[in-house]
């Protein structure tokens, strides 16, 4: 069973290494571009508060939640229009998202056992939640360094990504309009620090994934395309996995381009 305390705990702390990125940033530090079109740092902050203010919604008032996306004017800009909606100065900005997800910690500890919130398609357990918000955040906090030109450490709370975009492998061919495949694949993964692989998928399984668990969670988050990887795939399902892999809810994201320009 998951341990919600100790995901909740890691939450918080990938949240607050993003923190310590753009708390200090001048007003030109929160415009800068960053990989995503249009999207500025500050649009990267305002799409985590949002998130997590309906995820609270869902995991406090469902009318509510459900209220939030039957009266979107686009449906299909939902996500862009949220994180515009939340925009406002940096200092207002950063103190809406620490209360935000500080917010949502405390109503995910408050869910009762057994009982599941509804989301965008689907319905999540708190752990499922925590694990997806992790994502996101770790994602986008990703578009923000490369924006500010840091280069992050990679800690072991990558497993939490890791592990989502093994379980999410189906729902990146259905998203691509692709049937899912029955074969299983095996996932093994050098974690950042060393020390014993992060496995993931029956031993004997003819598909493979291998390489570096920060590639990895690189590729299912779509932040780098596979060309730029050292990812190795074995076998057609696991090579066409690597395609259309994506952690994340809804439709396909726009990838990134390959750095050389062309694809292997």
């Given at each position: ?21 753009v ?28 998130t ?27 996500v862009?229009d ?5 925009l ?37 357990s708190?752990?499922?939640?925590a ?13 923000v360094?490369d924006a ?15 592990h ?18 029955t074969?299983?694949v ?8 060393g020390?014993?692989?992060w ?22 988050t ?8 050292a ?34």
């Amino acid at each position: 069973m998951v341990d919600l305390t100790a995901l909740l705990a890691d939450l918080a702390a990938e949240s607050e290494q993003l923190d310590a990125l753009v708390a200090e940033l001048p007003p030109a530090g929160w415009d800068r571009p960053t990989p995503a079109p249009g999207w500025t740092v500050a649009h990267q902050v305002a799409h985590l508060a949002w998130t997590d203010h309906v995820a609270h919604l869902a995991a406090t008032d469902e009318s509510a939640f459900f209220a939030s996306v039957t009266s979107a004017p686009d449906p299909s800009r939902l996500v862009e229009d949220g994180a515009e909606s939340f925009l406002a100065p940096p200092p207002a900005l950063l103190a809406r998202w620490r209360a935000g997800r500080s917010a949502l910690a405390d109503a995910l500890a408050a869910v009762p056992p057994g009982q599941k919130m509804p989301w965008y398609g689907t319905s999540m357990s708190p752990a499922s939640m925590a694990t997806a918000r992790l994502m996101e955040t770790w994602a986008h906090g990703e578009d923000v360094a490369d924006a500010l030109d840091v280069r992050r450490t990679p800690t072991a709370r990558l497993r939490h990504v890791a592990h989502l975009g093994f379980r999410t492998l189906g729902h990146g061919f259905a998203a691509h309009g692709r049937a899912v495949p029955t074969a299983p694949v095996r996932v093994e993964l050098t974690s950042p620090a060393g020390g014993e692989p992060w496995v993931f998928g029956p031993a004997d399984a003819a598909d493979r994934v291998t390489g570096p668990a920060l590639d990895f969670c690189l590729l299912v988050t779509q932040r780098r395309h596979r060309a730029d990887l050292a990812l190795v795939a074995t076998g057609p399902v696991a090579d066409e996995w690597l395609d259309v892999a994506q952690a994340f809810a809804g439709p396909p994201g726009d990838k990134r381009e390959p750095a050389s320009g062309t694809p292997s």
